[in-house]
């Protein structure tokens, strides 16, 4: 039988949990992410578990909303090509099993820019802070993870209301876990 334990950045977005499942609360940014990540995951038997990150999301695309289930994530604010031009692997993209095909460019900018948004488009559907950050330690464990986003705004000027926007998706989140998980 599979343990799940839910990581998000946030209470606010994590509010709706089902009860039974373990929360772990990270704090904004993909430092933060790994960080705490790694410290739950190192405290406990994962040999059955399975990490669910929950969270908020960007839409970088037009007519993006709702639950994205990412198939890869990106670290989007690592200069990699400078890195693999020193001979180096940046490491910048995990790819996420069961996903749906959705690219998460995670990174620690808070994306209200228009030309920011536009160059992450390019090669993502979604923006986020602490995904990668979350992925990059449950891959160093061996956890499998998945990424569960919903969107909350369209990374833009109106992402500045998140902090209006995060219980509506927090719903969402919380009657996405109930279903899928009983």
């Known amino acids: 039988m599979t343990d799940y334990i839910v990581i998000s950045a946030t209470r606010g977005e994590a509010r709706y949990v089902p009860e039974g499942i373990p929360v772990?609360?990270?704090?904004?940014?993909?430092?933060?992410?790994?960080?705490i990540t790694a410290q739950a995951l190192a405290g406990r038997d994962t040999s059955d578990l399975t990490v669910l990150n929950v969270g908020t999301t960007g839409a970088l695309r037009d007519g993006l909303a709702g639950i994205y289930l990412p198939s890869e994530v990106v670290n989007h604010d690592l200069n990699a090509e400078a890195i693999r031009g020193i001979g180096l692997?940046?490491?910048?993209?995990?790819?996420?099993?069961?996903?749906?095909?959705?690219?998460?460019?995670?990174?620690?900018?808070?994306?209200?820019?228009?030309?920011?948004?536009?160059?992450?488009?390019?090669?993502?559907?979604?923006?986020?802070?602490?995904?990668?950050?979350?992925?990059f330690a449950c891959r160093q464990f061996g956890v499998p993870v998945r990424l569960i986003k919903h969107v909350s705004d369209s990374a833009d000027e109106a992402a500045m209301d998140w902090p209006a926007l995060v219980d509506a998706s927090?719903?969402?989140?919380?009657?996405?876990?109930?279903?899928?998980l009983s």
Not at 171 to 178: E, F
């Open 89 to 135: 692997d940046p490491q910048e993209s995990i790819r996420i099993d069961g996903g749906d095909g959705t690219v998460l460019a995670s990174g620690d900018v808070f994306v209200t820019d228009p030309v920011v948004k536009a160059r992450l488009a390019e090669r993502a559907h979604l923006v986020d802070m602490e995904a990668y950050g979350v992925a």
């Open 24 to 35: 772990v609360i990270t704090g904004v940014g993909k430092t933060a992410a790994a960080v």
């Open 170 to 180: 927090a719903k969402v989140l919380g009657d996405w876990l109930r279903t899928e």
